[in-house]
């Protein structure tokens, strides 16, 4: 019987620990949240998309602008 490592090690999977989320929101007038609790750029919440919501999927993987980015 094969090991996990073994059985997806030709399936291509890569190690995407190093992909920065979210670079255009780093710098933006929304990048908190309006709490007491500063959110880093990388989150998936802002001040214009509020706990428990999140930014859109395409805006966190870098593929889509953000609407509201200033």
Same mark, same amino acid.
């Given at each position: &019987? ?8 030709? /399936?291509?999977?890569? /190690?995407?620990?190093?992909? =920065?989320?979210?670079?255009?929101? #780093? ?5 908190? /949240? ?8 990388? #989150?998936?919440?802002?001040?214009? !998309?509020? !706990?428990?919501?999140?930014?859109? =999927?395409?805006? &966190?993987?870098?593929? /889509?602008?953000?609407? !509201?980015?200033?």
């Amino acid at each position: &019987m094969k090991t996990l490592q073994e059985k997806w090690e030709d /399936d291509g999977l890569s /190690d995407n620990s190093s992909v =920065i989320k979210c670079k255009q929101c #780093k710098g933006c007038a929304f990048q908190n /949240d309006g709490t007491v609790w500063s959110n880093s750029f990388e #989150k998936a919440c802002c001040a214009m !998309y509020p !706990y428990p919501g999140s930014k859109p =999927i395409a805006v &966190m993987r870098n593929e /889509d602008e953000c609407p !509201y980015k200033e």
